[in-house]
């Protein structure tokens, strides 16, 4: 009995074969192992460090804030494996979305996609919040006040309006990218570079300052804190998902793309423990300030000055992690345009910078408003629901494609095949089960008004729904 068009609708998947002969889109090749490299660590390293190790040290865990980078960054690992196979398997933008449409199915990739874009653009406005108070620390050390009004959302404080800081910011990266990007990821890789130099002086000059007695009690908390605190920390380990987006922008992708990915987290999970324990260590865990804990700390030890250098690296470092997801979900986008799931309008290209300009001045402008109306915790709300249903995809959609098509040609073999991947499902369905209930119904209810676009428009619009395309595999996006 032949399945009805729903059923088919259901199961259809991109076939890896027209993934790899579709034109780039007008996407310029630009970028080499090491400037993905950076793009990577600029998404990883930055509020983690410079914002939430104080926060979640002090409020969480305690010294064991260490413990819960490395959950996070176990569970992480699990899914960068399964990430790397992909990005040597399919050189393609989009990431999660791309192999969860070739893989598991149209309808699969659509919402993760869907949910990416959310994702993405609210991780850009959680960033750019936190960068705000940082400039305003700075600015405050030079004895200039700024009008209150521009200072904050609206219910952050008497008198505030706008984080008028944050809105700058986000049209600032928009601006950038819109650049180009061998002009766009030179400029990151400076930034990142800066970032990692101020990570490294941190660690050097607070070695000197720790003492053992603060270590303890490790576990302040519990078990369970170090726990939550990881389920809190995790949306600062995994840069590396929105790097992959880039795939169709590298020079060698196949090759260097996995590299980058395993490169960019081990760099960064280095640099977190390190950090951990020079913070925990020069204060006890009581003392931290949750807002500004490194700055703090070496004021405490009577070193003012590197407290002003550190708010200047974080502003430098943050500003990184807002290049990387704004770049990823413009380019999840671009791609689900491409495939015809949105609007073929959004892919069109600029004709000599090869961006996708409209998208990612979109972006910029959705950001920009999120992040100067929304108060931060209501703004990281929107996050890492959606990041750890990519990961549990990923991870389920590698070990399904290795034992469909087994022979497909691999720069890189996820190792220990399939524990690795099923660590990453168990790590981040665990991790889900410790957010708060609100960020499962703005979940549901972005993944309702997802579901009337599929249905209404994506199911029927799509290349494959017109008989893999309309226009033939290698067709071109028409540029603007």
Known sequence: MPASPAMRDLFRRKPIELIEDESSGGLQRALGLWQLTAIGVGGIIGAGIFALAGSIAHDTAGPAVLVSFLIAGVASAAAALSYAEFGGLIPKAGSAYTYGYAVLGEPVGWFIGWDLLLEYTAIVAVVAIGISGYIEYLLEQFHIHLPVWMLGAPGTGHGHRVDLFAVLLCLFIAFLLNLGMKSAARFETVLVAVKVVVVLIVIVAGVFFVKG????????????????????????????????????????????????????????????????????????????????????????????????????????????????????????????????????????????????????????????????????????????????????????????????????????????????????????????????????????????????????????????????????????????
């Open 213 to 480: 007695g603060n270590y303890h009690p490790f576990f302040p908390f519990g078990f369970g804190g170090a726990v939550t605190g990881a389920s809190t920390v995790f949306f600062a380990v995994f840069g590396y998902d929105a790097m992959s987006t880039a795939a169709e922008e590298s020079v060698d992708a196949k090759r260097h793309l996995p590299k980058a990915i395993v490169l960019s987290l081990a760099i960064s999970m280095v640099l977190y423990v390190l950090v951990c324990l020079v913070l925990t260590g020069m204060q006890h865990y009581t003392e931290i300030d949750p807002k500004s804990g490194l700055a703090t700390a070496f004021k405490s030890v009577g070193l003012p000055g590197l407290g002003s250098l550190i708010a200047a690296g974080a502003i430098v470092g943050i500003m990184t992690v807002l290049f990387t997801f704004m770049l990823g979900v413009t380019r999840i986008w671009f791609s689900m345009s491409r495939d015809g799931l949105l609007p073929k309008w959004f892919a069109k290209t600029h004709p000599t910078r090869h961006v996708p300009s409209r998208i990612t001045w979109i972006v910029g402008v959705a950001s920009a408003v999120i992040a100067g109306l929304l108060p931060i915790g209501q703004a990281a709300e929107l996050t890492n629901i959606g990041i750890l249903l990519a990961f549990v995809v990923v991870c389920a959609a590698v070990i399904v494609l290795r034992y469909r098509q087994p022979n497909l040609p691999r720069t890189f073999r996820t190792p220990l095949m399939p524990f690795i991947p099923l660590v990453g499902i168990g790590a981040s369905i665990w991790l889900v089960t410790y957010l708060e209930p609100i960020t499962w119904i703005r979940f549901a209810v972005w993944f309702a008004i997802g579901a009337i676009v599929y249905v209404a428009y994506s199911r029927r619009h799509s290349l494959l729904a017109r008989g893999a395309t309309d226009e033939g595999p290698t067709a071109k996006t028409p540029v603007a």
